[in-house]
Every structure is written in structure tokens, then in C-alpha cells.
Nanobody
Framework: QVLLVESGGGLVQAGGSLRLSCQAS????????MGWFRQAPGAERELVAA????????YGADSTEGRFTIFRDNAKNMVYLQMNSLKPEDTAVYYC????????????????WGQGTQVTVSS
């Protein structure tokens, strides 16, 4: 089973940038599709971005299009989320997730989750 640990969250002003990192261990992530999801208080967990096995295809939410980029480095067992032009509505706990083989957009399709990292964007 792969284990995931997120890092890179924090407090940032609106318009700023953060890069989240997801370190995988236990198994190579080259056979896992990966995703970033977020959950704000009182809200459901939602897709931020997802990426296929080798990074050839990525998928993102409409709300983050053009601002957030997901990418991966299978050699380092790492997945990243570059977040630019952050807005207060991006405030949430961000989770890294993995599923075998085929990328998916629903959090219900993912069966491995990290513990989450808090991102807070001040106005």
C-alpha cells in the first residue's frame, strides 16, 4: 500500500502562491493516478486537479483553471500542486490521493489519502 504525506500549506495573502508537495512511500507511484482534493469547513470534498500515470494528461476544476497546475515526478515518488493567484475562496484543507491505474475525478474513486495540509488565503 502506498502512503502519502502532504506538505507546503500555510497562510498566504490573496494573489500569492504556494506549492504543495505530496511525498509517496511504500510503493512506486508510477502505477497510480494521483489527485489533489480540497475540503472547506461545511463543504464536501472536491476535486482540485488530477493527473494520469505519467503526467501526460491532467484535469482540473473550473474554479482553479489557469491558476493551479498539477505535476508529478515518478522518479522521486512526488506529486505537486502549484497554486498561483490564490483567492480567499481557495482556503481549505488540501489532500493528496491515489488510485490504481485509471485517473478519476470523483474523490470516491480514490482509496489512498494523505492527512491533509491547511491552506489559508487572507484577503
Amino acid at each position: 500500500q502506498v502512503l502519502l504525506v502532504e506538505s507546503g500549506g500555510g497562510l498566504v495573502q490573496a494573489g500569492g502562491s504556494l506549492r504543495l508537495s505530496c511525498q509517496a512511500s511504500g510503493r512506486p507511484i508510477s502505477t497510480y493516478a494521483m489527485g489533489w482534493f480540497r475540503q472547506a469547513p461545511g463543504a464536501e470534498r472536491e476535486l482540485v486537479a488530477a493527473i494520469d500515470l505519467y503526467g501526460s494528461s491532467t484535469y482540473g476544476a473550473d474554479s482553479t483553471e489557469g491558476r493551479f497546475t498539477i505535476f508529478r515526478d515518478n522518479a522521486k515518488n512526488m506529486v505537486y500542486l502549484q497554486m498561483n493567484s490564490l483567492k480567499p475562496e481557495d482556503t481549505a484543507v488540501y489532500y493528496c490521493a491515489a488510485k490504481r491505474l485509471i485517473v478519476a475525478l470523483s474523490p470516491r474513486e480514490y482509496d489512498v489519502w494523505g492527512q491533509g495540509t491547511q491552506v489559508t488565503v487572507s484577503s
